[in-house]
């Protein structure tokens, strides 16, 4: 693995040849006022807790009136992200289009044939507030995702729709599976998934000792999310995902990466990369980066160590239960091996994540924990605190309408 980063220097220091850093759980403890790694520890008790309070709802309304036209997972940041998840937990025969909307409102088309689930980990998020409106109005299948006493609580009682209280136990970025499972168990009334309850235990518990293993107390050579951090330290992330699963795992790290440690950060499909984006490993901090160093520079002031790009495959090798053919899974995996093969000709260093478990939303929980964690630990390398993000408080203070009578 690579080195870490001096964490006493900022974001301006340079790598140093030192895993001490991140080795010591009281510099980590400390240096995590908002118990971040503590909230991303919950995860597997998230999943378990989620579902117990989804199953207080009385979402037989949803059930009686039949299979919708199409259901909306409106949300943004990690609520949209569970709209990413149901249609991929769903699969490619889902019976009805599952979509993930990100914007004010709901799309042109809904109408009272659909379904909108209304997702925000605040319960005042302008994207859920307005869809619950929007939905509500058309005369469309409600139901609302967030924690109890919220904005969002009121809007769905006064349309009469299933409001599905989430636990309060994490701030929004380590808040993925509380809200993630009920949107998977309101889609399990409607009939889209067949997520049942040892999928959820499996999931819980594969999740537990995920967090075990990346505990801060585990040292980096037995730590596997340590190990990526410092793998990570210093490079630009290129984070691929091998299926529409591992995908969605891909594009989590990316948001994790970019919150939690401020990196930036590529993403997306390992199909979409080999169509273009694979030219990234020939590209000056690809496999130019070695040719095009000084060799006149000073190794002392870093200039010969150039920045590199640092590929992260995630792989998923399982089918969905629905899938009956594994040509499929033959071709994401050649194409996995395939990138391996040329990054390592290019000399571009590529970590590996594989999904473990037998169900979707398992293997899933599989590819998520440990990156999960690895961009909190790249976060405490650098000496910065995952939880505050001032350029996110600031935009939110900058894009908010003053208040009537204020200056």
């Known amino acids: 693995m690579g080195s870490p980063i001096d964490g006493t220097a900022g974001l301006t220091g340079r790598r140093v040849a030192d895993e001490e850093l991140l080795d010591d759980e009281s510099y980590l403890l400390a240096n995590d006022p908002g118990e971040m790694l503590r909230a991303t520890a919950s995860a597997g008790a998230q999943v378990r807790e989620s579902a117990a309070m989804a199953a207080e709802t009385d979402l037989r309304a949803l059930e009686d009136d039949g299979r919708p036209r199409a259901v909306v997972i409106a949300g943004i940041g990690t609520a949209g992200r569970t709209g990413d998840v149901l249609a991929t937990v769903a699969g490619p025969r889902c019976p009805v289009p599952v979509i993930a909307h990100r914007s004010a409102g709901v799309p042109g088309w809904v109408g009272a044939a659909d379904v909108v689930i209304a997702v925000s980990a605040s319960g005042r998020s302008p994207e859920a507030l307005g869809a619950a409106d929007a939905a509500a109005r058309r005369g469309a299948r409600l139901v609302a995702v967030g924690p109890p006493d919220s904005e969002l609580q009121g809007v769905a009682e006064r349309a009469r729709a299933p409001f599905i209280a989430v636990p309060r136990r994490a701030p929004a970025r380590a808040s993925l ?222 894009s908010t309408p003053i208040a009537e009578g204020r200056p």
């Open 177 to 398: 599976w509380a809200l993630t499972v009920p949107v998977l168990l309101a889609a399990r009334t409607l009939g889209l998934v067949k997520v049942n309850e040892a999928d959820l235990a499996e999931t819980a518990a594969r999740l537990d000792a995920d967090a075990e293993r990346c505990r801060p107390g585990a040292e980096s050579f037995v730590n596997p999310a340590k190990s990526l951090a410092l793998g990570l330290a210093g490079s630009v992330p290129v984070v691929w995902g091998s299926s529409p699963l591992a995908t969605v795992a891909a594009r989590r790290f990316a948001d994790t990466l970019a919150a939690n440690a401020r990196y930036p950060v590529i993403a997306g499909a390992l199909g979409e990369a080999g169509r273009g984006r694979v030219g990234l490993l020939d590209g000056v901090f690809g496999g130019l980066a070695e040719s095009n160093r000084d060799i006149f520079a000073d190794p002392d002031e870093g200039d010969g160590d150039p920045t590199r790009l640092r590929v992260v495959l995630l792989r998923d090798g399982g089918l969905n239960p629905e899938d009956d053919a594994d040509e499929p899974v033959a071709v994401e995996e050649r194409r996995a091996d395939a990138i391996q093969t040329l990054a390592e000709r290019r000399g571009v260093r590529c970590d590996v994540v594989t999904a473990e478990g037998g169900s979707a939303l398992e293997r899933l929980a599989s590819l998520v924990a440990v990156p999960d964690f690895a961009s909190l630990y790249l976060a405490l390398a650098h000496g910065l605190d995952p939880m505050a993000v001032p350029a996110v408080t600031e935009m939110k203070e900058l």
